[in-house]
């Protein structure tokens, strides 16, 4: 099944209302708008989301949140509410970081209750799941993923309404990759849980990005690797050339 390419920023906790620019700058190297053969995203800090939102109206660039609570409303203080995130614009939230995972405890319950906030109000959920190297180590990589896939992932809902991005825990930010080899069979692994989950073919309709120090030079090469239907970009993402070269990567149809 052909399923149309994600390349997709996290720009994590980085940027004042001066990095709006470098949104500006990458239409500009798209040459006005975002390509005909592929979606690209940017997820600010919630607080440039809606300003974001306004500068690339029009330009066929998506903009997202990169977290949600699970309550659309309430006593949440320093809480961001998936309805709030649409109402500023988005049109994808990112939820189970592994940032997030590690840093606020969050457990594959509380990202699936998450990820069905985002559906209910709109938003497409990017998923995002990962073996640490300690798993890897342990020869439980595909094991724990798929796990993760199964306990985070809603339902009853239309698998074409999801996006999940593997993301090897022990290769965000520092430098390292996995191996072509070992990208490939992880995807594959990813999609037969999805498959589990919600069926064979509502399984195959989910694109599955690839995540863990996705720079200029690599990016070709991970995005020509078979079951690869994008990527989730952290720090390359905040530089308007990087990120157009990871977008320029991409392999073409036909």
Known sequence: MARRMLIAGNWKMNGLQA??????????????????????????????????????????????????????????????????????????????????????????EMVREKAAAALRAGLTPVICVGETLADRDAGRAEEIVSAQIRGSTPGSVDAAGLVIAYEPVWAIGTGRTASSADIAAMHAAARAALAAVKGA????????????????????AILAIDGVDGALVGGASLAAADFHAIIAARPRPG
């Open 19 to 108: 990095a709006r620019d470098e949104a500006g700058r990458l239409v500009e190297a798209l040459g006005g708008r975002a390509p005909d053969d592929a979606d690209v995203l940017i997820c600010p800090p919630a607080t440039l989301l809606a300003d974001m939102a306004r500068d690339l109206d029009g330009s066929g660039l998506l903009v997202g949140g990169q977290d949600c609570h699970a309550e659309a409303r309430g006593a949440h203080t320093g809480d961001v509410s998936a309805e709030m995130a649409a109402d500023a614009g988005a049109s994808h939230v990112i939820v189970g970081h592994s940032e997030r995972r590690a840093d606020h405890g969050e457990t594959d």
């Open 201 to 220: 073919d509502a399984g195959a309709a989910v694109r599955i990005l690839y995540g863990g120090s996705v720079k200029p030079d690599n990016a070709a």
